[in-house]
């Protein structure tokens, strides 16, 4: 089935640097999606591209949209304690009028203050 | 917050039982989807429901079932439960038909531990 390759699966940065992280794709994807995800709880969304290319915003985070609509990646800048977590990118194909969302493994964040 | 609530939050069954989980989606959610979580992977498409009728599925066997009702609420039913069916279990809801319609929105989740 789909899979997507996200990477690195952990990192452990100091407080006030930035982080990149990536997914890819075999499949073309039409829209991709980051969320956050805290122990205990689900996945909380933290951004949608829809357009191959777009570049998005939301406060210290920014996420592209790959041309080929096989990969994005997520930027954090002046991380934060807060910002720890595990983040998952997520397509979504939308054939056949199905919502499927598939994820990649994650990625783990460590900020040590 | 998300407007999905899930319930209850852990469970634990024995091997062979049958489990229902539930969600409750706020109204405009007109979609619901299931996940599974397995500790250390990421959320795996169960199926989904639109309109009360199920509209696509992951590769589950058939003794994952569902229902949405008309209140948005929903319910995964697994039945024969087996030891790799523990995880962490997503409701998610979404609103189909509006331009940002992929934006799902996931329930804290169910932690079932099969015994």
């Known amino acids: 089935g789909q899979q997507l390759n996200q990477s690195p699966q952990s990192m452990f940065i100091q407080e006030g640097e930035d982080v990149s992280m990536n997914c890819t794709s075999s499949s073309i994807f039409n829209t991709w999606l980051w969320y956050k995800q805290d122990p205990g709880e689900g996945p909380v969304l933290l951004i949608a591209?829809?357009?191959?290319?777009e570049l998005t915003s939301n406060g210290r985070l920014t996420a592209q949209f790959g041309i080929t609509r096989k990969d994005s990646f997520l930027n954090i800048s002046a991380s934060i304690p807060s910002d720890v977590g595990i983040y998952f990118c997520a397509g979504h194909l939308g054939q056949g009028g199905s919502e499927k969302l598939v994820f990649g493994k994650g990625t783990k964040l460590t900020v040590n203050p | 917050e998300t407007g999905v609530t899930q319930s209850p939050t852990h469970l634990i069954k024995t091997r062979g039982q049958q489990v229902t989980l539930r969600c409750s989606s706020q109204s405009g959610h007109n979609t619901v989807s299931w996940y599974q979580q397995a500790l250390g992977q990421g959320p795996q498409f169960i199926f989904q429901y639109y309109r009360e009728e199920e509209n696509g599925r992951g590769n589950f066997p058939p003794r994952f079932s569902g229902l949405q009702f008309p209140n948005y609420s929903s319910e995964l039913n697994v039945n024969a439960l087996e030891l790799d069916d523990s995880a962490l279990y997503l409701c998610a809801g979404l609103n189909r038909g509006r331009v940002t319609n992929t934006e799902a929105f996931f329930g804290q989740g169910t932690r079932l531990t099969v015994v």
């Open positions: 591209l829809y357009k191959a290319g």
